[in-house]
């Protein structure tokens, strides 16, 4: 198994080009299923969930070509496995959004439950709820959820009773092929959904009210194909913004989304980052300085986002004073709380969703183990500035959602490197 090994200590300075974003290829490829004919992505990041996204739409008879560029070419034309099996969703849960696709163009879909998860039960009752709104039957059988319709789903008004990024994913991708209007309410209006909902425009369809709660879709007979760029990844720009400014250093990340990270960029500007921005890129300068505690909230978007909680705990381990960081999205999501300690930082629980950082002057390298996509980094950011070498096992969970990391962190000149077994 693969490990990383860090010796902190050094400012991060340098540039970046950032990846495609993965909450937007996974969804985007899963609704290649929807297309009459081929689409071709560029942007898609090298990752592992995207090959295992990849190798579930293959699974189901779709014809995938990727080049060098990771331009990928799907053709789903001839589906015959309308099922995605256990061994592919356990390992990644987004592989729930195929199940509103393969009802609507198919009729019908069979998915493995995602189950218990690391960071918190999970449960996927609202995309469920949804479906059945749009006229699927849909029953639950040996882990595995059945769904199914005759003819064409039906376009419905339908309200989630919580915000949910999957849910509302799924829901509408269901609702381009529906016949007639669908009127979602109480959706998620994080930018992967946009850019999900730009991409079938793009096909054909016909939706109103992207980025806000209130979807409107109007049911088109088919999709056609086409060709789309996935959006810069948010989280990967605003991890890579916390390990710079944690080490009290600089950084220029380029072909990125300002306006998607203003929650995070106005925390880090709370820190005493200085913050530049154009249209496609951003600065931060610390100029030498420690960063200061800032208490952090997460919330659907546009506050500030679960995926980069454990990055700014790690940073707030290592800041001037205390903060306070509470989670709202997700239960059991402090559990890079235990590995930090290990380095040295002081925090306290003080519940389940809730924790006190006191910030220290310094951390020392440990041996830690990763446990989950995000918590991972925040063992990288705390490495980074910790004194000595860190070794940090696991990092499969790292790999599943971060692009070529340590050449990314050798650009900025950190001393990281790999090893097996
Ligand atoms: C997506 C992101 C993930 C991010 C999360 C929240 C992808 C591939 N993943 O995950 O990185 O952390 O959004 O921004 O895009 N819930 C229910 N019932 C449901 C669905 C969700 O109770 O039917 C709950 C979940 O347990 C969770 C909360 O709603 O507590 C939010 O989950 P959701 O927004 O659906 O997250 P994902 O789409 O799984």
Not at 266 to 289: F, N, P, T, V, Y
Not at 291 to 318: C, E, H, R, S, W
């Amino acid at each position: 198994m693969d490990k990383l090994i860090i010796t902190g200590g050094r400012r991060l300075d340098g540039t970046l080009r950032i990846s495609g974003a993965k909450n937007s290829a996974l969804p985007i490829l899963a609704g290649t299923l929807l297309a009459e004919d081929t689409v071709t992505l560029s942007g898609v990041p090298h990752l592992r969930d995207v090959t295992t996204m990849i190798g579930l739409l293959s699974a189901m008879g779709a014809d995938i070509v990727v080049d060098e560029k990771m331009r990928v070419q799907v053709s789903s034309s001839a589906l015959d496995q309308l099922e995605a099996p256990y061994e592919l969703v356990k390992t990644m849960r987004a592989s729930f959004v195929v199940f509103g696709p393969l009802l609507a163009r198919h009729g019908r879909a069979r998915v493995s439950l995602p189950g218990g998860c690391a960071i918190g039960a999970r449960p996927v009752d609202q995309h469920l709820k949804g479906l059945e709104a749009l006229g699927a039957t849909i029953s639950v059988e040996d882990g595995y959820v059945n769904g199914e319709v005759s003819g064409r789903l039906r376009g419905s008004d339908f309200e989630f009773d919580l915000v949910t990024v999957g849910g509302t994913q799924n829901l509408l991708m269901a609702a381009t092929l529906a016949q007639g209007t669908t009127r979602l309410r109480n959706c998620a209006c994080e930018p992967e959904i946009v850019d999900l909902g730009n991409f079938f425009i793009a096909m054909g369809a016909k939706i109103k009210g992207l980025g806000t709660p209130n979807i409107e879709v109007e049911g088109v007979e088919r999709l056609s194909g086409c060709s789309y760029e996935i959006m810069p990844d948010r989280v990967e720009t605003g991890t890579y913004l916390i390990a710079a400014a944690a080490s009290r250093g600089r950084v220029k990340l380029v072909r990125t989304d300002p306006q998607a990270l203003i929650a995070v960029i106005d925390k880090l500007i709370e820190s005493g980052a200085e913050i530049r921005c154009g249209e496609d890129w951003i600065e931060l300068d610390m100029h030498g300085k420690r960063p200061k505690a800032v208490d952090i909230d997460t919330a659907p978007y546009p506050g500030f986002p679960t995926d980069m909680q454990a990055q700014y705990l790690a940073m707030n381990a290592v800041a001037e004073g205390s903060s306070t960081v509470t989670e709202t999205i997700f239960e059991n999501r402090f559990m890079h709380v235990q590995e930090l300690s290990r380095l040295g930082a002081k925090i306290d629980l003080l519940g389940p969703s809730q924790v006190n950082v006191h910030g220290v002057s310094r951390l020392t390298g440990a041996p830690v183990m990763a446990t989950d996509l995000r918590a991972s980094f925040s063992l990288v950011v705390a490495a980074l500035v910790a004194q000595g070498e860190t070794r940090i096992d696991r990092i499969y969970h790292i790999d599943r959602g971060y692009e070529t990391i340590e050449e990314k962190l050798r650009q900025l000149g950190a001393d990281v490197r790999r090893v097996s077994g």
